[in-house]
């Protein structure tokens, strides 16, 4: 690394309050932070090469403890709920002098990365932690300048991570001891108390739901994304474990990106230069591309070994089952860089019905896909997290309400005119249960879920004959090449129609109960989607 790079962050960490006793560890590459977060006994080997932590009392995102700083900028603009939530700025300022504070005098791993790989939207980000395996995860996720670039980079924002300083809610503002503060005046995300390094992907995530349709008119998106050899490509929306990283990497399709992107005029791009896979219960046959991404320069989260062994156990969920992996794009034998492709021609919005009610695949209306798109439905299984002893709805506005601190009927209303502007065909993909509920029923199989994306995308489904769910009002079609024709309609799979019928009015109902609070601003066309109670 060049002597001057050095210099001048050391220098501009001191403008930002942190003391360095030395020269901050700047821009180290992955065998370096390896080595170093194995010296500092923070994380082991495993046989395939890759580094694998433990991130200790957070194994997941905190989202109750997730801030926006109020102020004369977001005040009017952010959407405040429950997952919005305000933070004063003199809170912020107290917290950011003890963050500052606490990391003077320490070592420090600081790294100077981008998000969006469109350059005409991207955005410079300085990320500052505390140990150099949270630094080697902001290698993973966002774009690497080349290090010629690196002395004419300026960052835009600055995320500084300390899980060992805890808040004191008292005096801090917090509801515990662990934080994530977003300030959009002052361009920073401070985060303390967890390990946990989603909250740093996620936080980026968050700001850029916010500046990009805000400020520059993209669509930010929940998604993954992929391009076919004829240059089309495909956007797959979805909640955590609806399929979105499995269902994107295609090895017959190029990988744009496998959980955020942004929808311009006429391109879609990845925010994020990396992937941030779930390893629970992964294998070689189901998922080879992740499989095999596992190596060298990866970092594996809260997985464990086989006893006596440094080979991973996928199917250990002792610490959490939210296991994780990062690693760069290009571990992705067929990635596509630069992460850009053309407008979509199909979206398919995922989701894990553990009740057994969705169709396998179904086509939407422009309404019907708006309705879908605003509801983001999926449910969670039994053991999935503590309580949960039968399927449990899960409503997330635009698959990833969260991370969305503008309306959703802003998102949704972007959504809807492009979707009309270019003719897109919309899919609603169920990769949860059929023949009945979770405990029941029986998951329905990768391959066919596979075979049934690969014909949409194939335009096999287009001279189909289709029905429509007496419920829902989605178009099943008859019949889908490489699959059993009486799985496409989910009520042929019970073997209680009755059953069924008041399981599909339960859920029906859920769906209106939660459409409730968006009725306001909807318009006919989405409200005549409404499934039928």
């Not at 395939?48 to 991130?55: E, F, K, P, Q, Y």
């Not at 009017?76 to 003890?98: A, G, I």
């Not at 670039?149 to 835009?156: A, K, R, T």
């Not at 992107?261 to 990396?274: A, I, L, M, Q, R």
Request: hydrophobic content about 35%; aromatic content about 10%.
């Amino acid at each position: 690394m060049q002597i001057s790079s050095v210099r001048d962050t050391l220098r501009e960490l001191r403008e930002l309050g942190i003391e360095s006793i030395a020269d901050p560890h700047y821009q180290l590459s992955p065998e370096e932070l390896t080595a170093q977060t194995l010296a500092l006994s923070q994380g082991c080997l495993s046989d395939t090469g890759a580094l694998m932590v433990n991130t200790g009392e957070f194994t997941g995102r905190s989202p109750k403890d997730k801030f926006i700083v109020k102020d004369s900028i977001t005040a009017d603009s952010v959407n405040w709920n429950d997952f919005n939530l305000p933070f004063t700025p003199e809170n912020f300022d107290r917290l950011y002098q003890k963050i500052t504070r606490y990391l003077s005098g320490k070592p420090i791993w600081v790294r100077d990365c981008q998000a969006c790989a469109d350059p005409e939207y991207r955005l410079n980000i300085r990320v500052i932690t505390e140990t150099p395996w949270a630094n080697l995860f902001a290698y993973n996720m966002f774009i690497r300048p080349a290090e010629e670039e690196l002395d004419s980079i300026e960052p835009d924002w600055t995320v500084i991570q300390a899980p060992g300083l805890h808040a004191d809610p008292a005096t801090d503002g917090t509801r515990q001891h662990n934080f994530s503060l977003v300030n959009f005046t002052k361009k920073m995300i401070i985060i303390g108390g967890s390990a946990y390094t989603g909250e740093i992907k996620k936080g980026v995530f968050t700001i850029l739901n916010y500046l990009l349709p805000h400020t520059k008119g993209v669509l930010s998106m929940h998604c993954s994304a992929n391009e076919g050899k004829n240059g089309d490509t495909a956007v797959f929306f979805g909640l955590s474990g609806t399929g979105k990283t499995t269902l994107s990497a295609d090895p017959e399709r190029k990988l744009i990106g496998d959980d955020e992107h942004g929808w311009t005029p006429s391109s879609v791009f990845n925010f994020e230069g990396g992937c941030y896979a779930k390893t629970i219960d992964l294998s070689e046959e189901k998922e080879p591309a992740i499989y095999h991404a596992i190596r060298e320069g990866a970092l594996l989260e809260n997985t464990g070994f086989f006893p006596g062994t440094n080979t991973v156990n996928y199917a250990d969920k002792k610490i959490t089952e939210n296991t994780r992996v990062s690693y760069p794009l290009h571990y992705i034998s067929n990635a596509k860089e630069p992460s850009v492709g053309a407008v979509p021609k199909n979206l398919f919005f995922l989701t894990c019905d553990a009740y057994g009610v969705l169709p396998p695949i179904s086509r939407l209306t422009p309404g019907q896909a708006m309705y879908q798109f605003i509801s983001g439905y999926t449910a969670k299984v039994a053991g999935t997290e503590a309580g949960v002893t039968e399927p449990k709805s899960t409503f997330s506005a635009c698959f990833g309400a969260p991370f969305l601190p503008l309306h959703p009927a802003r998102y949704a209303q972007m959504l809807g005119e492009k979707m009309r502007r270019h003719n897109v065909n919309v899919w609603l993909i169920n990769t949860g249960w059929t023949g009945g509920p979770y405990g029941t029923g029986n998951r329905i199989k990768l391959s066919f879920t596979r075979a049934m994306i690969t014909a949409a995308l194939k335009g096999e489904l287009d001279k189909t004959a289709y029905k429509n769910h007496e419920v829902f009002g989605v178009a099943i079609p008859e019949a889908v090449p490489g699959v059993p024709a009486e799985i496409l309609d989910p009520r042929n799979t019970w073997a209680d129609g009755a059953a069924y019928d008041a399981q599909a009015a339960d859920l029906a109902a859920q769906f209106v109960k939660n459409f409730e609070k968006y009725a306001g601003k909807a318009d006919p066309e989405i409200l005549e989607a409404a499934p039928k109670v």
